[in-house]
């Protein structure tokens, strides 16, 4: 079945530093991955949209700056969250893409606490 | 942009009842899909439907395209069915998603 690997689960950091979370497609090629966060409040912003051979197209209020991405190939992609703040804070979910099954397939997710 | 609109907000059944939820959403979409997110966070896929009725197990998804809106029928609800569930819309292809808010289930025994 289609499975999806993220890690770290959790992760504290200290208010301006950063951390690097990381995601693995397993059993389907992701033709793409997209990079939400769900807020303490519960509610979800995409990140950006991060499409194979194709440029990641951030969403407004993130910026490629702020939340660099990689995703060499079809099955694997980070994000690094780049000098990180209490508004920072909150649920990041990679979700990645199976074509074949024409569904979006979520990680466990990476909860980040800022000291 | 896309907005999705979940009712109810929240539903508490006793064991053994039926569950039925709702997604409205502001524009036509060609995908709606189901998710139900566990008390740690993670999204578990459940269904997705563009249009018309699917199947799974205890869980029914209608979507009705032209009247943007979409509904989830839970059948004879279990206590391990308490959580969140979620409807998204977005387009063929393509991993962008507009979240509803979600409808807490409690399901009692």
């Known amino acids: 079945g289609a499975l999806v690997y993220q890690y770290p689960r959790r992760t504290i950091c200290k208010s301006g530093t950063s951390m690097r979370m990381e995601c693995q497609a397993v059993?389907?090629?992701?033709?793409?991955v997209a990079w939400y966060r769900q807020s303490p409040q519960k509610t979800f912003e995409l990140i950006a949209l991060s499409t194979v051979n194709s440029a990641i197209k951030y969403e407004q209020n993130f910026t490629q700056e702020k939340f660099p991405i990689s995703h060499p190939n079809l099955s694997f992609s980070s994000m690094t969250v780049l000098n990180a703040y209490l508004e920072d804070r909150g649920l990041y979910l990679c979700g990645a893409y199976s074509t074949s099954n024409e569904r979006l397939f979520f990680g466990h997710g990476t909860k980040l606490s800022v000291l | 942009g896309q907005q999705v609109q979940q009712s109810p907000a929240s539903l508490v059944l006793q064991e053994g009842e039926n569950a039925e939820l709702q997604c409205n959403f502001s524009s036509t979409a060609t995908r709606l899909q189901w998710f139900y997110q566990r008390p740690g966070g993670s999204l578990v896929s459940l269904l997705s439907?563009?249009?018309g009725t699917k199947h799974t197990g205890r869980l029914t998804s209608t979507t009705v395209t032209k009247e943007r809106r979409g509904s989830l029928h839970i059948s004879s609800s279990q206590i391990t069915d308490s959580g969140t569930y979620l409807c998204?819309?977005?387009?063929?292809?393509?991993?962008?998603?507009?979240f509803g808010d979600g409808t807490v289930l409690t399901v009692k025994p």
């Open positions: 059993g389907f090629q992701a033709t793409s």
């Open positions: 439907n563009p249009s």
């Open positions: 998204a819309m977005g387009g063929t292809n393509t991993g962008k998603l507009t």
